[in-house]
């Protein structure tokens, strides 16, 4: 059987906090290149395609540094 303190409580709603504030934060950045890959494909911009690379590496860094934060219990 699990005790909690209100210590392990707060302690326990911080580390959530600051994941949804990191995740939020990772959101936005997502958004925001996709967006840019999005207006260079329709305006046929050369480097088009560079940018759709990031977007996908991006994409793939951040989902596993999620799961490596979950996993480890923390967020920097």
Do not use: N, W
Request: hydrophobic content about 45%; aromatic content about 8%; overall charge negative.
């Amino acid at each position: 059987m699990y005790q909690s303190t209100i210590d392990d409580v707060e302690a326990l709603r911080k580390r959530h906090d600051d994941f949804a504030k990191a995740l939020k934060g990772q959101d936005e950045k997502m958004k925001a290149l996709d967006e840019l890959a999005d207006r260079l494909i329709r305006e046929g911009h050369p480097d088009a395609a560079l940018y759709v690379i990031l977007l996908i590496t991006f994409t793939a860094f951040v989902s596993c540094s999620f799961v490596h934060i979950v996993s480890v219990g923390r967020v920097r």
